[in-house]
């Protein structure tokens, strides 16, 4: 596609429930990562993929986030019994090549707000 | 290791400039800059990748120190259009994974006003 897509834009959900978001990279990036962003906060990491490897999960926050990615493309992060601080906007993004990015931009989506109730 | 942005925040007029600044405690390959506004994806702005690097966007350029610790983004001349919030993002050397990922400072929201 021509840019990062992410959905579903905007979740309501009730405390305790799952949610999936998904990520549709840029064609052909090799790279996706997850981040996480807070009201007023900065962009915090949760996890990356190469291809359909995860080598870095460091930034999950508990055992209730999960992410796979199949056929190198498209990525679903799930949430499991969802709590009110998750509430939070999760940004996807892309590279063209995996590790070391210096020199590869990261392109990001308009992200997927997060509404816990 | 998450990069520190100052200031948090800063109030220009139209045309006046303003410089953000951000420090890693650990040497850096590379600092990314990015912009966002309310609502949307951050952009990116420009890579900076040696010591004693300076890139140019428009009117916006940035430095990054010889030791790799600090880059500095210089807004000139600014306009409306410059809104928004400015992310640093940190390739760092030296840890698991560092070179692998960016971590972004917690960001300055620049605010502009006719």
């Known amino acids: 596609g021509a840019g990062v897509s992410q959905s579903p834009s905007n979740k309501v959900t009730e405390k305790g429930k799952d949610v999936e978001l998904r990520c549709d990279p840029i064609?052909?990036?090799?790279?996706l990562y997850w981040y996480r962003q807070s009201l007023g906060q900065g962009l915090e990491f949760l996890i990356y993929?190469?291809?359909?490897?995860?080598?870095?999960k460091s930034g999950l926050p508990s055992d209730r986030f999960s992410a796979e990615r199949t056929g190198g493309s498209v990525s679903t992060l799930t949430i499991q019994r969802t709590q009110q601080e998750d509430s939070a906007v999760y940004l996807c993004?892309?590279?063209?090549?995996?590790?070391?990015?210096?020199?590869?931009?990261?392109?990001f989506g308009e992200g997927s707000w997060l509404t816990v109730v | 290791q998450q990069p520190v942005q100052s200031p948090q925040a800063v109030i220009l007029r139209e045309g006046e400039d303003a410089v953000i600044n951000c420090s890693s405690s650990?040497?850096?390959?590379?600092v990314h800059w990015y912009r966002q506004k309310h609502g949307e994806a951050p952009v990116f702005l420009m890579i900076?990748?040696?010591?004693?690097e300076q890139m140019r966007h428009e009117k916006i350029s940035a430095s990054f120190n010889e030791k790799k610790q600090q880059s500095s983004l210089y807004l000139t001349a600014s306009q409306l259009s410059y809104s928004g919030t400015y992310f640093c993002?940190?390739?760092?050397?030296?840890?698991?994974?560092?070179?692998?990922?960016?971590?972004f400072g917690t960001g300055t929201r620049l605010t502009i006003i006719p």
């Open positions: 064609s052909g990036h090799t790279a």
């Open positions: 993002g940190t390739e760092i050397r030296g840890s698991n994974f560092g070179n692998e990922k960016l971590t």
């Open positions: 993929f190469q291809g359909n490897s995860a080598p870095d």
């Open positions: 650990k040497a850096l390959y590379s």
């Open positions: 900076l990748l040696k010591g004693g």
């Open positions: 993004a892309s590279s063209l090549v995996a590790g070391y990015i210096s020199g590869n931009t990261i392109y």
